[in-house]
């Protein structure tokens, strides 16, 4: 017997409902705010996420799916949304269209790493980009619409983590402080042990602000009191961050300053942020981004500011079933529809066809059964009603039409049961 790889999921038919509602909640979100969809290959050049995520970054020297395809090109799974969809602006010429361009992508991004609960080896993603313009605006913008998503889903009690991680006219002495900070606490002044785990020592010589993102315990104590960047900002940072932090309180979203967050790419730059769930675990953030106004230019194109977002669907369907969102009913029957002898199919067919004409949700009974299996297939399948054909219905141009939430059997013309059907399915909707 085969099986899923491991770090993969089958999303069975009674899992769907939760992807659908999300799914279908982002892009109405996205559209509301201007966003078009845009949909990349699962699979780019290697040196699109070496250069672009940055190569000292766990992602690219630990999780890509990388090999070779059969013309000896370096293929790298998509291992994150941004890059492809930078990638696709700067090679159809999008920034000669009025900017910003604001984008969208539902995708599968691919990590190979120890699988965990929200955090699969093939886990899903929606995605908002908006590129062309540096006016913290629209990081307000980007966050903003994210909140709004999560409010509309029904997620509560969420905080927003936001810090600024400057540009590189400040980074360089933030860095230089970092440096010395963690230099002075390489050892432990009590036993003369190494602190930092093997990751951060490495870290603090290629990729110093990968030092305030460790998860190791005994790194912990050291990384609360490191410098914060927010007191290393050039001015033009300070007034950046200063503009979008008076948006989002406009906006009357929760804020917390966070100095640690820096977030897991190399690109960014400035804002950076993650929305935390109330119950805080090893895989916290349901989703997060921030601004890249160097990564155009670090994958090969022209100078192209840019601001996006990414939320995991997995972990957003954790947290709502731990929330206990109720769902809209959007998947079930409403009718059952079937007969009970040969000379009933067709009757049954045409009737089928008319429920589904006014958008009903019908689901045909196949084969041929008894009037009580009938009736036990449509109370299986969740549908409010039955209907059903046999040789006197159809004579008589009937129906049997049973309510099975109320077990009341009646039988109608069917031009009446049609009518019955579709208006009890409007004020239901309404």
Same mark, same amino acid.
């Given at each position: 017997?085969?099986q899923?790889?491991?770090?993969?999921?089958d999303?069975?038919?009674?899992?769907?409902?939760?992807?659908?509602?999300?799914?279908?909640?982002?892009?109405r979100?996205?559209?509301?705010y201007?966003?078009?969809?845009?949909?990349?290959?699962?699979?780019e050049?290697?040196?699109l996420?070496?250069?672009?995520?940055?190569?000292?970054?766990?992602?690219?020297?630990?999780e890509?799916?990388?090999?070779?395809?059969?013309?000896g090109?370096?293929?790298?799974?998509?291992?994150?949304?941004?890059?492809?969809?930078?990638?696709?602006? @700067?090679?159809?010429?999008?920034?000669?269209?009025?900017?910003?361009? !604001?984008?969208?992508?539902?995708?599968?991004?691919?990590?190979?790493?120890?699988p965990?609960?929200?955090?699969?080896?093939?886990?899903?993603?929606?995605?908002?980009?908006?590129?062309?313009?540096?006016?913290?605006?629209?990081d307000?913008?980007?966050i903003?619409?994210?909140? !709004?998503?999560?409010e509309?889903?029904?997620?509560?009690?969420?905080?927003?983590q936001?810090?600024?991680i400057?540009c590189?006219?400040?980074?360089?002495e933030?860095?230089?402080?970092?440096?010395?900070?963690?230099?002075?606490h390489?050892?432990?002044?009590?036993?003369?042990?190494?602190?930092?785990?093997?990751d951060?020592?490495?870290?603090?010589?290629?990729?110093? @602000?990968?030092?305030?993102?460790?998860k190791?315990?005994t790194?912990?104590?050291?990384?609360?009191?490191?410098?914060?960047?927010?007191?290393?900002?050039?001015?033009?940072?300070?007034?950046?961050?200063?503009?979008?932090?008076?948006?989002?309180?406009?906006?009357?979203?929760p804020?917390?300053?966070?100095?640690r @967050?820096?977030?897991?790419?190399?690109?960014?730059?400035?804002?950076?942020?993650?929305?935390?769930?109330?119950?805080?675990?090893?895989?916290?953030?349901?989703?997060?981004?921030?601004?890249?106004d160097?990564?155009?230019?670090?994958? %090969?194109?022209?100078?192209?500011?840019?601001?996006?977002f990414?939320?995991?669907?997995?972990?957003?369907?954790?947290?709502?079933?731990?929330?206990g969102v109720?769902l809209?009913?959007?998947?079930?029957?409403?009718?059952?529809?079937?007969?009970?002898?040969?000379?009933?199919?067709?009757?049954?067919?045409?009737?089928a !066809?008319?429920?589904?004409?006014?958008d009903?949700?019908?689901?045909?009974?196949?084969?041929?059964?008894?009037?009580?299996?009938?009736?036990?297939?449509?109370?299986?399948?969740?549908?409010?009603?039955a209907?059903?054909?046999?040789?006197?219905e159809?004579?008589? %141009?009937?129906?049997?039409?049973?309510?099975?939430?109320?077990?009341?059997?009646?039988?109608?013309?069917?031009?009446a049961?049609?009518?019955?059907?579709?208006?009890?399915?409007?004020?239901?909707?309404?």
């Amino acid at each position: 017997m085969y099986q899923a790889p491991r770090g993969t999921q089958d999303i069975l038919p009674e899992d769907m409902p939760y992807w659908s509602f999300v799914e279908d909640t982002a892009r109405r979100f996205a559209m509301q705010y201007g966003y078009r969809e845009i949909r990349t290959p699962m699979f780019e050049d290697t040196g699109l996420f070496y250069h672009g995520a940055g190569e000292a970054t766990d992602v690219v020297e630990k999780e890509m799916y990388s090999f070779k395809d059969k013309g000896g090109v370096d293929i790298t799974l998509r291992a994150e949304g941004t890059a492809p969809i930078v990638r696709a602006y @700067l090679e159809h010429g999008l920034h000669s269209l009025p900017q910003p361009i !604001r984008l969208f992508s539902l995708i599968s991004v691919f990590r190979y790493d120890r699988p965990q609960k929200g955090r699969l080896r093939e886990h899903h993603q929606f995605d908002a980009e908006a590129f062309g313009e540096d006016d913290p605006a629209l990081d307000a913008e980007v966050i903003t619409m994210l909140w !709004r998503f999560y409010e509309a889903i029904g997620l509560k009690d969420l905080t927003l983590q936001l810090n600024s991680i400057g540009c590189p006219v400040c980074r360089p002495e933030y860095i230089k402080a970092l440096r010395e900070y963690y230099t002075a606490h390489l050892t432990d002044p009590t036993t003369g042990e190494p602190a930092l785990c093997g990751d951060c020592q490495r870290r603090l010589e290629k990729n110093p @602000l990968r030092l305030l993102d460790c998860k190791v315990p005994t790194c912990q104590p050291i990384a609360a009191k490191a410098p914060s960047f927010v007191d290393h900002l050039c001015q033009a940072c300070t007034d950046h961050f200063a503009a979008v932090k008076d948006s989002l309180q406009t906006e009357s979203i929760p804020t917390v300053l966070n100095h640690r @967050l820096v977030r897991g790419f190399d690109y960014y730059t400035r804002t950076v942020f993650e929305v935390w769930p109330p119950r805080i675990g090893a895989q916290s953030s349901i989703g997060g981004g921030g601004r890249y106004d160097g990564l155009a230019e670090a994958i %090969g194109g022209r100078h192209t500011p840019g601001v996006g977002f990414g939320t995991g669907i997995e972990r957003l369907i954790l947290n709502l079933r731990d929330q206990g969102v109720t769902l809209p009913d959007t998947t079930r029957p409403e009718v059952y529809v079937a007969s009970l002898s040969d000379g009933g199919r067709a009757a049954a067919a045409d009737f089928a !066809r008319e429920l589904r004409e006014h958008d009903v949700r019908v689901i045909a009974g196949v084969g041929s059964r008894s009037i009580r299996a009938r009736l036990r297939n449509a109370d299986a399948t969740g549908a409010r009603w039955a209907a059903l054909f046999g040789d006197d219905e159809v004579r008589d %141009g009937t129906v049997a039409l049973r309510d099975l939430t109320a077990a009341t059997p009646e039988t109608l013309p069917v031009g009446a049961a049609v009518e019955r059907v579709v208006k009890a399915q409007s004020e239901k909707a309404l």
